[in-house]
């Protein structure tokens, strides 16, 4: 049984250009967190979702930040027009739908030049 | 405030002996769930321990257990016999009431000497 798995692992983009972050939860999870984490920070919460629906986003910047988990693929987190201080690590985590533990994935480093 | 509180930035330790990880929170909430996770330089987040609100006895894995103390909202992590592999950073983490999301502390970065 695969864990939750990123890719990329490791994304460098330039300032104004698009970063898509994809996730594939554990199998039979249909629960999905998204996380950033800051340089020396802890992470923080962003987004969480069921699948074709998203059901907190209170952690999410308003603007160009989005995220989507459909009925078939993986959960997708989209950052438009990234700027240096967009740069983090985001990691995902996903539970089955009875058990709230999180299991998390190894993250994607994001680095904006 | 501050939901979790980690006071220590950076604990040393020597190998085989015991330390003791601070972490204090802050909620109203009467059911609520309390996780440690443990992050090396590898940067994974890997699940240590989980202590629920309810639980009338400290959460124990291994050479990790939880000393919960709800009164003074503190859930300190005590890792026994140190292993140089412990050296990583350690974050308590909350989940409160009907909320599924996880707050996190500013973490404690461990250094296991020989």
């Known amino acids: 049984n695969a864990g939750v798995m990123q890719n990329p692992r490791h994304l460098v983009r330039r300032r104004g250009q698009e970063a898509r972050l994809r996730c594939s939860p554990m199998k039979g999870h249909s629960h999905v967190y998204w996380y950033r984490q800051l340089p020396e920070e802890g992470l923080k919460f962003m987004v969480y979702?069921?699948?074709?629906?998203?059901?907190?986003e209170s952690g999410m910047p308003k603007e160009r930040f989005s995220a989507e988990f459909p009925k078939e693929g993986p959960s997708i987190l989209r950052i438009q027009q990234v700027v240096r201080g967009d740069s983090a690590a985001y990691f995902c985590?996903?539970?089955?739908?009875?058990?709230?533990?999180?299991?998390f994935g190894p993250g994607t480093r994001l680095t904006v030049l | 405030a501050q939901k979790i509180t980690q006071t220590q930035p950076g604990m040393f330790v020597q190998e085989k002996e015991a330390v003791t990880l601070d972490c204090t929170y802050d909620t109203s909430d009467q059911s609520y769930g309390l996780f440690w996770y443990k992050q090396p330089s590898s940067g994974e987040m890997i699940f240590l321990i989980y202590q629920g609100s309810y639980d009338e006895q400290n959460a124990t894995e291994g050479r990790y257990s939880l000393n919960f103390q709800k009164a003074r909202k503190s859930a300190n992590l005590v890792i026994s016999a140190s292993q140089l592999g412990d050296s990583a950073m350690y974050f308590c983490a909350m989940r409160e009431g009907g909320y599924s999301t996880l707050t996190f502390g500013k973490g404690t970065m461990l250094l296991v000497s020989p």
């Open positions: 985590a996903s539970s089955p739908p009875i058990d709230n533990e999180q299991f």
């Open positions: 979702l069921q699948k074709e629906n998203i059901i907190d």
